[in-house]
């Protein structure tokens, strides 16, 4: 089992940049794939971003390709994504998951086991 706490959320002008944190319990932190989430108020939580257990593969969905990074390190237990170019409709609340299948599609919630709590993310204009 592990546990994931997010961090780094905040309130930034569409243009500006955050870095989400996701830190995680265990020693099997490497075993996981990884991914973040988002959900806006109304809406369904989509995908974001995935990553692969060694950190050699990584997906995103359109809407943030070219303007958003993950990355992991396997040896601090984090999973990281690095936001750029924030524009309003990025405003949601972000959530780092995990998954230890090896199967199960990478953009949907339901391959994954475990999630963080959320850390909220407010692109003012």
């Known amino acids: 089992q592990v546990q994931l706490v997010e961090s780094g959320g905040g309130l930034v002008q569409a243009g500006g940049s955050l870095r989400l944190s996701c830190a995680a319990s265990g020693r099997t932190f490497s075993s996981y794939r990884m991914g973040w989430f988002r959900q806006a108020p109304g809406k369904e939580r989509e995908f974001v971003a995935v990553?692969?257990?060694?950190?050699?593969?990584?997906y995103y969905a359109d809407s943030v390709k070219g303007r958003f990074t993950i990355s992991r390190d396997n040896a601090k237990n984090t999973v990281y994504l690095q936001m750029n170019s924030l524009k309003r409709e990025d405003t949601a609340v972000y959530y780092c998951?995990?998954?230890?299948?090896?199967?199960?599609?990478?953009?949907?919630?339901?391959?994954?086991?475990?999630w963080g709590q959320g850390t909220q993310v407010t692109v003012s204009s």
């Open positions: 990553i692969s257990r060694s950190g050699g593969s990584t």
């Open positions: 998951a995990a998954t230890s299948r090896f199967l199960g599609d990478s953009y949907s919630t339901k391959t994954y086991d475990y």
